[in-house]
């Protein structure tokens, strides 16, 4: 081919055209990626948003309880990067049994009696519908586990309790038992609302013996703080929406 001659000619348009085309189509996909970044960094922030006021939700719920139990002479600590409401074991236990002494058992009434106060605002029951006392609120309590712990102390065997272990999780049933006793209507508190298949029962309990201390040490005062029932809070997780389909998209 000679250069003067047309067939070239043709030839460098077909080129152009194509790296063009080419062009084009990165383009194309470059903009509908930065579509889909923005998309889900929106989606990334409103959940991390979400979560954060789940977290200041609890902290408020937490302080409730205890500044109602404080004021009915109940001593309660609370715990609010854990989410925890502690109730020390002297309030509740005498060391080495599973019974709650006659002061525990009033101080459960009472946890029970502000329980089924404050919870069903940030729950559902049978019905779905939050009491009409409670201030609108977007998020729901996931679950409460009632945590049996004990110190470090080995216990005499009765047959029943074998050890730290058995200890800690009938203290955590037998609180739960009461709490239940007192309030039935805590038992039907669930999850999510009674339609959705997730929906469980609030409460649940655990024994965890010597194996989660709050304070290191052998000394008694470290001994009388980790000897402790536990209520920990956790939130539900947020509802994330599934992306719309592209147009189009089959």
Not at 19 to 39: A, K
Not at 84 to 89: E, H, I, K, Y
Not at 200 to 211: E, I, T
């Amino acid at each position: 081919m000679t250069p003067g001659d047309p067939s070239n000619l043709w030839q460098s348009a077909d080129e152009e055209s194509y790296y063009v085309s080419i062009t084009d189509l990165l383009l194309g996909l470059l903009f509908l990626f930065l579509i889909m970044l923005m998309y889900f960094a929106i989606q990334l922030r409103e959940t991390t948003e979400t979560l954060v006021t789940a977290e200041q939700t609890r902290s408020q719920l937490l302080e409730e309880i205890a500044g109602d139990l404080r004021a009915r002479n109940v001593r309660a600590e609370v715990d609010l990067g854990a989410g925890v409401l502690r109730l020390p074991d002297e309030v509740l236990f005498q060391k080495g049994l599973d019974t709650p002494r006659d002061t525990g058992r009033e101080a459960l009434r009472q946890l029970a009696e502000v329980l089924s106060q404050r919870v069903p605002c940030y729950a559902h029951d049978a019905s779905g519908v939050r009491p009409e006392r409670c201030a609108p609120n977007p998020h729901s309590v996931e679950a409460i586990f009632i945590e049996g712990h004990t110190d470090s102390d080995p216990i005499s065997s009765n047959g029943r309790i074998r050890d730290n272990w058995d200890l800690s999780a009938a203290r955590a049933a037998n609180t739960y038992r009461l709490l239940r006793d007192f309030h039935p209507d805590l038992e039907a508190l669930q999850s999510r609302v009674a339609s959705d298949p997730r929906a469980a029962p609030l409460f649940s309990v655990a024994g965890y013996a010597d194996r989660r201390p709050v304070q290191e040490g052998d000394d008694e005062a470290a001994k009388a703080r980790n000897r402790r029932i536990d209520l920990r809070f956790v939130m539900a997780e947020p509802e994330i929406d599934a992306p719309t389909p592209l147009s189009g998209a089959e």
